[in-house]
């Protein structure tokens, strides 16, 4: 049971690359959630999911493109990367009111 | 105004003392958790509280539903307890404080 996992762990990107960033629970969790982490900031929530095949908009979602196309899956893309996008990624998994669970974060730089 | 709102941002202890972090927020919610982050580590949960009072070792959390406001308290706190602790309320979605920030020296 590996609960949530993030992949990648770190990366570095490019002004202008795109990359995808992969979230896996095997929970059969029904809510999945993306955040950004930045400094004195906490966590902010970038998209969120209740279900397979259903996405939605959390508080910063510009520049973020996610799918849920298998309830496992959570895949948060960047598709033009900007140095404002550099900061801790983590991805959590839930069910409706139980407790979350969180991934161990991916740090992304984007130069 | 944020949805949710800890205090103190930032707290000093000595070994041994009694620990209190306060959440309040201003949304309905079906549920609040409470949540902890070691220096560059990842998140994990303490509590998920909907009502009343939980207990687990050392860390008591209790919630007020009507006052909307949860207390994290630390007894007898120790130098491992050093991380942020953050607070995040369930709506349709997990709202996150911005997390305090806990240093207990021995």
């Known amino acids: 049971n590996a609960g949530v996992t993030q992949t990648p762990k770190f990366r570095v990107l490019k002004t202008g690359q795109s990359m995808t960033l992969l979230c896996a629970q095997d929970m059969n969790h029904e809510y999945m959630y993306w955040y950004r982490q930045d400094p004195g900031m906490g966590l902010r929530l970038i998209h969120y999911?209740?279900?397979?095949?259903?996405?939605a908009k959390g508080e910063v979602p510009d520049g973020y493109n996610v799918s849920r196309l298998k309830k496992q899956n959570f895949l948060l893309g960047l598709e033009s990367a900007a140095p404002s996008q550099t900061s801790v990624y983590f991805c959590?998994?839930?069910?409706?009111?139980?407790?979350?669970?969180f991934g161990q974060g991916t740090r992304l730089t984007v130069v | 105004k944020n949805e949710v709102e800890q205090s103190p941002q930032n707290l000093t202890a000595q070994e041994g003392e009694f620990i209190t972090i306060n959440c309040s927020y201003s949304v309905g919610i079906s549920a609040l958790h409470w949540l902890q982050q070691h220096p560059g580590g990842g998140i994990v949960s303490l509590f998920m509280l909907s009502s009343g009072k939980k207990k687990h070792g050392r860390l008591i959390a209790t919630i007020n539903i009507q006052e909307k406001h949860s207390s994290l308290h630390i007894t007898a706190s120790h130098p491992r307890d050093s991380a942020v602790y953050i607070c995040a309320v369930k709506t349709d979605k997990l709202i996150f404080g911005t997390g305090t920030r806990l240093q207990v020296f021995p």
């Open positions: 999911s209740v279900g397979e095949g259903t996405t």
């Open positions: 959590a998994s839930s069910y409706m009111d139980t407790e979350a669970f």
